[in-house]
């Protein structure tokens, strides 16, 4: 049931019609030869891997980004000739940030009414809608920095409406916002596609490609096929995957096999207050060698901060921890060697070529010379970077660098794996790929502790917390947890689990 | 010692590639050393003056002769009103004006004393108390002569009772300023590029986020720090020698002391310099702020340093502060070493200070690193 | 309307980081007053060494003239040629004098004699002036044995010629009313240009400018709403440096307010169009900041005429100094604090600001595209 009380309009209309569109960056084509309309009413969808020019479509829609050959005409304007006249009446949500983060959330909201120049009576009624319907309304006068990335994002998504375009494009709209954010931003562009209003968005989940209209698939610069998405069959995610190159690599890891006896993490009591917030309160969990074991929580759950206790990075108000061995509340630099560490911005050196990447951090973990080699030469195969090692970091996609980083803090063989949102915003068959390895490390004796928003992935723990507001409110073995919730699907316990605590 | 080694060639790469901040170092100590020891002086020379002469005699003709015969007034501009001299000196065109009575000569051959003026514009004290000095020093010269003579031809003979001043100028007996300006812009370079390298770079590192990285690894916080700094000092020591070069061989600068005490002098500067720069990067969240914070603090250290403004000219409050500026003593110590010639057995006591501002800042922030790494 | 958002936008986001604002008021205060009490180019209590030959009341007489004038404190004493290298090397005077071992008998006797002045040439600013206020103290003492001398002999007779000097524009000669109207020039060229360019380069980097290209903001409305909070700011800064500088130091003011504060305007409208147009050049924040530095701090402090005179400098680089509009508006603020004059005399250097000005924001629309690539 729509909010707004609008009609249902479908229409054949060509909203936007692309025609031989190409677009180069210093000798790389992002796009080649794209043909395609989009009609008016239409909620369409963008989809293919990294790097495969879906942000490079988006812009060019947009009239931000000015084609190499071809054109593009968005209402029947050309968006190189009128490009005021496309811009004024678009919405757009870019993957990069697009507030300001000083500002409050009223302050935002306020600031892109006035540039789009509504007026007063309206704003005050817009607004209104839009922070009840975004969930927003307790946080007005909250500044964006201290906001969740979800709410950030719904926002931002409230932002670009408060003019009511009719043609609203975004740019990997849930991209690293967690499930519960993502029912709500979904709702939202639903609600509001239901209005008649056009949209275009790119994704790289698939439940969201499959609530499309029709989809665009593209594969390095190239549109391989436009349909609607029952027409790709059942099993979407694997015609995905069927379409981009494999990933080869070898089954066995060159590191040792290792015990997978015993306890490796124990924690008790654990929490962390920073002046009145209590950011993790009192939680307490015994892991095992060779589990994978899930943290799951919304953003602001305590996640990354336990993680940061774990790894010596901050230190804890209360309780004990111990990491392979060692007491991190006392000797917190003990631990530095015995664990790795991948944080969710891929923290690699982007001004240094991938090789001196490797280089860097195998050697300032000690790992010996013909060690590094070997594992160098893995690491480069299994990121698909052989014969590239000389390329900068950063020119390389965001699925190869998440590779990258990921080997990089393997490199030394850590007991202990700490990885955290690893998979945001990458494709599903690099993340196939990258949970396979996860299972293959985990079988050959390295523990993993993840955080992830992804549910379908934590299918693949050995065990799972929930965590909610500093609080683990649920852990145990995924099939467990389907039992005592009586249900298949992950997503629902959380739902299940955060409703039960709020 | 393999992990150093590595956060070393690591930093190493990163810099190579940053090539607007190499193309901006080499700039600092090369042609803007060029440009500003070429055209700033604090030299008062090829001044103009306005005479209006109201005498026209032979000892006024005779007096503004002496003045032009000097090497520091150029052109004498004869007028024939107050206000012709009033908008000379206003728009500038000469930079002293010399007022002669009606009655002078008449007033000089009876053996009474006849006053001058000489109009001075205030717009620019500097020169004007130096110009007040040269045009002072002018005619007393020239009242000595004519009262010698006065009194010869009355009859008077022998010597008059004189002290004679005999000034000499050691270590640069022909006052080039440029020299001191040299040494100073080397100095700047030195202290901008050591102070503002490593800020920048360790503020970057907190930007990027690649800091939880870092500190996750085995490296010890100075070993990350060393790492650092290894970049700056290179570049830093290594510069110092096309402007050596520029500086005495383009200019002249003589060298009389020894060119490896000044390499050593210069390390311990530039050691002090990266520990004010590293505790500036701990204060900052990101690069504009630790540019700001930058500046917020070499303004004073330099200004204090003597290098604008002489030590001697600033109230003693001043004076005192000034000795809290690493700037000051490195100034002395090069100067030093330069013009005067002078070895460690002079200087040590100024470089040990020097050393002690840096032994006290780096655990300051190494300190504050640690800390700052619970956000 | 969209304008006054911006501005209300960026305002609220300057008020919010409080080190940048912190800096923008409380640097300009510093160099203030640094410059305000360091600078009078009048030396005081010069530390002097004293090699007296003599030692006769004569050349006591003579020292304590020296220490009588206030510029000279005569603190060391020494015993040997070899005492005046060791303290002159180690720079713990800078003058030292040497007074011959007949001086007292040539002075009774009315004889030529003459005083060894040794000047620490090494600062050479500070061994100027020394110099030569140390000469005028032995040519003082010089005619007032002179006239001694004469008195002796019956004869009254002065010295023929007297100076007589006059100093017109700040007669007072303090110093630092010439630097403060100088200093407007330099501190409205430190940040404002900076601070300008890094606020539009930081959103083309975090990339909330993408935004603003989807939008109906047109690049002047855009530009505007970025460089007048920055040149509110700039301004702000300008009327704290004139209420402290007229307030606190009593630097005397004779000009016209109102015009002073037009041209001000008009100077900080090219100072913040200086970073407008850095900010189109380039793409990094650290880039935006190199480049303002080399533009503009640097040459406005050095080549503006502020400190060091522009008259002195060879004629290639006096010609570089009109690239600067620090250099006119230098003269302008100097010619309205000390002499008075008005718009009829200035208009030429306001003229060219004015054009500067207007180029700036020409160029910098031309330039501002809305396009990611």
Redesign the interface.
Known sequence: MSRYGGKKMLNGEAVIEIKNLGRV?KKNWALRGINLEINKGELFGIVGPDGSGKTTLI?SL?????PTEGSIRVNGFDTVKD??KI??R?G?M???????E??TVE?NL???A????IPEENFIERKKRLLEFSGLSPFLKR?VRHLSGGMQKKLALC?NLIHEPDLLILDEPTLGVDPISRRHLWKMIAEYHSLGKTIILSTSYMDEAKRCGRLAFLLEGRLLSCERPDAFGKDMEDVFIANIKKVEWKRTLPFPRRLTEGDIIRVEGLSKRFDAFTAVDKIGFTIKRGEVFGFVGPNGSGKTTTIRIL?????PSDGQVEVAGVDVVRRP?DV??K?G?M?Q?F??????TIE?NI????????VDAKSLEERKGWLLEIAGLKGKEKA?TKEVSGAVRQRLALGCSLLHHPDILFLDEPTAGVDPASRRAFWEMIGLLAKSGTTVFVTTHYLSEVEACSRIAFLHQGRILALDAPERLKAIYNTDSLEDIFMQVMEGNA | MERLIAAIKKEFLQFKRDRMLIILILWTYTIEVVMCTMALSFEVKNLHMAVYDMDRSQWSQRLVEKFTATEYFTKAIYISSLKEMDSLLDSGKVDMGLFIPLDFSTAVQKGETGDVQIILSGTNSNTANTVRGYATAIIEGFSREATKEFLMKKGMAGEFPEVEPRIRVWYNPELKFRYFMIISMIVLAGIMVGMIHPAATMVREKETGTIEQIMLTPLRSHEIIIAKLLPTITIAELSLIPSLLIATVGFGLPIKGSIPLFFFASTIFLFTSMGMGVFVSTLSRNLQQALLISFFILFPVLFLSGTMVPIESMPSAMQYLSLLSPVRYYMEIVLGIFLKGVGLKVLWPKLLIIFTFGAVIFPLSLLRLKRGMYK | MILSALIKKEAKEILRDPITLGTAIFLPLVMLFLFGYAISLDVEDITMAVYDQDRTQESRRLIEVFSASGYFIPRYYLDSTKEIDEIMDRGKAAIAIVIPPDFSRDINSFKKTSLQIIVDGSFSATAMIVSSYAAAIVNSYSMDLMERYLEQRGVQQRHLVGVVPRVWYNPPMKSVNYIVPGLFAVLLMAFPPMLTALAIVREKERGTIEQVYVSPISPPVFILGKTIPYGIIAFGEMLLILATGTLWFQIPFKGSLLLLISASLIYVLTTVGIGLFVSTITRTQLGAMLLSLIVTLMPSFLFSGFLFPIATMPYMMQLYTYFFPARYFNDISRDLFLKGVGLEYLWGNILFLVIYAAALFTLASMRFKKKVA
Request: charged share 20%; proline share 2%; hydrophobic share 35%.
């Open positions: 960056f812009q947009c009239a931000i980004l000015d490009s005021s811009t004024s678009i757009y870019s993957q990069a940030y697009s507030l300001y000083d500002l302050e306020e600031f892109f006035k540039v789009r120049n500044r932002c790894c010596g990075i901050i230190p630099a530095k060697g664990i560490y944080s911005k923290s690699l050196y982007i001004d240094l001196e280089n860097f951090f195998g050697r300032v973990y000690g900068l």
